[in-house]
C-alpha cells in the first residue's frame, strides 16, 4: 500500500457528461501529480501541483481541470468527455517538489479507470 | 522535440538471468531529469528511479542497477538475477528540468519483461 489513495476506482459514464477524480496524497506529502495511460496514447503526464499551486503542466486537455486543496487533496476534473478519454487515471504524490539533486521518490495511487461510453 | 526510444518491446528470460532493458533519449535540453517506472500485471505503478543528467554517477539497489550515459543519450535498466515478480511493463522517462516541476515529460512505450520459471 503506496499510501496514496484515489476514488472511485471506476467510473463508466457517456460521452459528454462530466466527471471528478479524487486523490489523497500520503501523509505529509505536498506534491501531487496526475497521469493519464490510454491504449492510443500510452502513459502521459498531466500536471503536478505543489501545496496548492500548480508546479508544471504536461498533455492536459482544456477540457479537463484540476486543483489541490489546503488539505492537500486534489481533483481533477473531466468534461465534455469523449470515447478517447478512456482511460486508467493515476496520481502520485512525493514529499518535496522537484529537487535539483538528490533523490525524490513518488508514490502511486492505484488507479482509476474510466469508461466512456 | 524530446523523445524516449525503448526498441525492446518485449523480453523474456529464464528466471536468474540477467537483462537489461534499454533506454534512448533525445533533447535539446542540457539539464534534464530521466524515470524509470515498473507496471506489474497488476496495473499499478512504480517509481524506481529519478537520474538527474549532470549526475552521470551509476546507481544500484539491490538487484537493479542504472547505466545513466550522456554520450550515447541512453538510460539503460539492469535487473540481476531476475525473478518472476520483476514481470511487468517498464518504462522509461524524460523530463525537462526547470521551474520545480516536471515540464514536457515524455514517455517510451514501454518494454514488457517475462521472467520464466
Known amino acids: 500500500d503506496s499510501g496514496v489513495t484515489q476514488t472511485p476506482k471506476h467510473l463508466i459514464t457517456a460521452t459528454g457528461q462530466r466527471v471528478t477524480l479524487r486523490c489523497s496524497p500520503r501523509?505529509?506529502?505536498?506534491?501531487v501529480y496526475w497521469y493519464q495511460q490510454s491504449l492510443d496514447q500510452g502513459l502521459q503526464f498531466l500536471i503536478q501541483?505543489?501545496?496548492?499551486?500548480?508546479?508544471a503542466k504536461g498533455n492536459i486537455l482544456e477540457r479537463f481541470s484540476a486543483q489541490q486543496f489546503p488539505d492537500l487533496h486534489s481533483e481533477l476534473n473531466l468534461s465534455s468527455l469523449e470515447l478517447g478519454d478512456s482511460a486508467l487515471y493515476f496520481c502520485?504524490?512525493?514529499?518535496?517538489?522537484?529537487?535539483?539533486?538528490?533523490?525524490?521518490?513518488?508514490?502511486f495511487g492505484p488507479g482509476t479507470r474510466l469508461l466512456v461510453l | 522535440a524530446q523523445k524516449v526510444t525503448q526498441a525492446q518491446t518485449e523480453i523474456s528470460v529464464v528466471e536468474k538471468e540477467d537483462v537489461t532493458l534499454d533506454c534512448v533519449y533525445e533533447t535539446r535540453d542540457t539539464t534534464y531529469y530521466l524515470f524509470w517506472y515498473k507496471q506489474p500485471p497488476s496495473g499499478e505503478l512504480v517509481f524506481l528511479i529519478r537520474r538527474n543528467s549532470f549526475d552521470e554517477q551509476n546507481e544500484i539497489s539491490g538487484r537493479y542497477s542504472w547505466n545513466f550515459q550522456k554520450s550515447t543519450s541512453s538510460f539503460n535498466f539492469t535487473i540481476t538475477a531476475s525473478q518472476v515478480v520483476d514481470s511487468a511493463v517498464y518504462f522509461c522517462a524524460l523530463s525537462e528540468a526547470r521551474g520545480g516541476g516536471y515540464q514536457k515529460v515524455t514517455f517510451g512505450t514501454g518494454t514488457k519483461l517475462q521472467v520464466i520459471p
Open positions: 501541483y505543489y501545496n496548492g499551486e500548480e508546479r
Open positions: 502520485a504524490s512525493s514529499e518535496y517538489p522537484l529537487k535539483s539533486r538528490g533523490q525524490e521518490t513518488q508514490y
Open positions: 501523509s505529509g506529502d505536498l506534491s
